[in-house]
């Protein structure tokens, strides 16, 4: 009897995954395995010193007007130039170290004040005493003659609005008429008479009267009396 060999076929199979493997999904694809763009960080936000340096002008010129000085007096004080302090004050330069205590020490501030990261730390009103109230501002009326004129506020970044008191003498005069860029003024007679030119129109103020007028018309005045005249502006320019 014939012997059948049977010859057995090896099967060759491919590995597969078992189920206890799991198949981490990708952390940046979709339901549907899609890969989803990450979201863009947050820009970085300004460094610290950047904010400080930033300060020190505008506390510069806060300080400076404050006291009712002009560029060129506090240059005298601090033997820094009128166009550096300018400058400084504008943010067009950053102040050395020795200019920094220069004008700290002519403002009468301690230098931390103008380092310190902290909004403006001075006081919410200004308080002028009568005995020491400060020349007016040298653009009021450049060209004004028979006037004694002190300033009772002074314009800043906080507060624009800026006020003087004048005593002017009979036949005291503002100069030819001038005109300002923006912004209105307020006359008050206290004693005496004004006349006021505005745009070619005449106002003859008496006692306690009043005219308030847009700045950036040409306006001019004088005292057209007997006696000395006592009056107060008060004027907001743009």
Do not use: C
Not at 23 to 34: I, K, L, S
Not at 93 to 99: F, G
């Amino acid at each position: 009897m014939a012997t059948t060999q049977r010859r057995r076929t090896a099967r060759t199979t491919a590995p597969t995954s078992s189920a206890d493997e799991a198949v981490t999904p990708d952390p940046a694809a979709d339901a549907t395995g899609a890969v989803v763009a990450e979201p863009a960080a947050p820009a970085a936000p300004a460094a610290a010193w950047e904010n400080i340096v930033g300060a020190i002008g505008p506390k510069v010129r806060e300080v400076r007007q404050l006291l009712g000085l002009s560029l060129q007096q506090l240059a005298g004080r601090s033997e820094v130039s009128a166009a550096a302090i300018h400058k400084v004050e504008r943010g067009d330069m950053v102040p050395t170290i020795t200019t920094l205590l220069k004008l700290a020490a002519a403002l009468g501030r301690p230098i931390g004040f103008f380092v310190d990261d902290a909004e403006w730390a001075g006081p919410v009103a200004v308080h002028v005493r009568a005995a020491e109230r400060p020349v007016a501002p040298a653009d009021w009326a450049p060209s004004a003659t028979g006037v004694d004129a002190r300033a009772i506020a002074l314009p800043t970044d906080r507060l624009r609005a800026g006020a003087v008191v004048a005593r002017v003498e009979p036949g005291g005069t503002s100069g030819e008429p001038r005109s300002v860029r923006s912004g209105e003024e307020l006359v008050l007679v206290l004693e005496g008479t004004l006349t006021v030119e505005v745009s070619n129109e005449i106002y003859r103020l008496e006692q306690g009267d009043s005219l308030q007028f847009p700045a950036d018309r040409p306006h001019s005045w004088h005292n057209p009396g007997r006696r000395a005249a006592s009056v107060a502006w008060w004027y907001l320019h743009g």
